[in-house]
């Protein structure tokens, strides 16, 4: 594994080798200076750690590299660099004022991993947080983990996919000009697989499903202007809506259904208490994760949505840390 680093403390012109700030072998400035010194043929896991409390302003565009199945790229922060599970403007975030997508990904094998994302130039559509724009599903291998899109302006989508096979686990969309989810198949295929994931107050649909092949499992949508799905995904099992337009209608609220934390615009705390509908609603999943967004197990039975609630013994416990494990995923 060849392992460089971000830094938003940094300045350009470091090597990315380590992630301090000055000298010669400092950290990279921008994941997009990463991507343009490090774009190659891939011999080995490239793993890219993204530090700093500044915000990352440069959008990526990950494309013109060779990748594989065991080559592939991995985009990630620190745990001490990662969101609490909402927007924080204290911790590691690519939030560029772009015309397009704060990363457009055209590669075939990628994973990112923690990561909060906003594009706020209100010029135009295509503002997307993350954008797949993939080869077909047979020769693609594309995961998010606990990242989070918010308040994407233009008409734009949180988390957009266009072409390729692509998992989304316990992600949150939120707060977007257009839809929090979106699939549609633009020609090369497209098959997509939501996986405890949340969209919550979005401008137009929670899940949009315009074509591909799709599959839903411990989902929630909440709080979107339009429908919370727009369809029913093609493989799907314990989901919930507000709406009651797919899954086990539970309420976008407070104080019953969901028991979310905080459900006021723009200080969302999408933590569940104690009352919450969605503990022990989901399916398992064991097989392919076993944490939620923050890292703490899930239960014997998964509750629904990115956060496994957590009583008041069990939330002073340690964080689980994060593993990777072997180049294999598994689709129920």
Known sequence: M???YVNTASTAGGDGTTNATSGANRAYASLSEWEAARQAVLSEVEEVICEGSAADTS??????????????ILIRTTQANRHNGRWDTSRYR?????TSSAIWCYESYVRIEGIQLRNRNNGTWNQEGIMFDSSSPATSDLRVDSCIAYDCG????????????????????????????????AGNGAEV???NCLAAANADYGFLFSSGTSTARNCYAGGNTNPDYSAAPGTASNNASEDGTHGTTVAYSTS?????????????????????ALIDAGYDLSATFTTDILGNARGATFDIGPFEYQSAASATSL??????????LYHF
């Open 94 to 98: 690519l939030d560029p004022s772009a």
């Open 193 to 195: 697989y939501y996986y």
């Open 154 to 185: 233009s008409a734009s989508v949180g988390f957009r996919v266009l072409g390729g096979r692509v998992t989304w686990t316990n992600c949150i969309s939120y707060g977007n000009s257009a839809s929090g989810f979106r699939m549609q198949d």
């Open 59 to 72: 959008r990526l565009n990950l494309d013109g590299w060779t990748t594989s199945a065991s080559n592939y």
């Open 256 to 276: 019953s259904g969901a028991y979310f934390t905080n459900v006021t615009a723009g200080a969302q705390n999408f933590e569940i208490g104690a009352s919450s």
């Open 319 to 328: 964080l689980i840390p994060r593993t990777r494990g072997p180049n294999v």
């Open 2 to 4: 060849q392992t460089r």
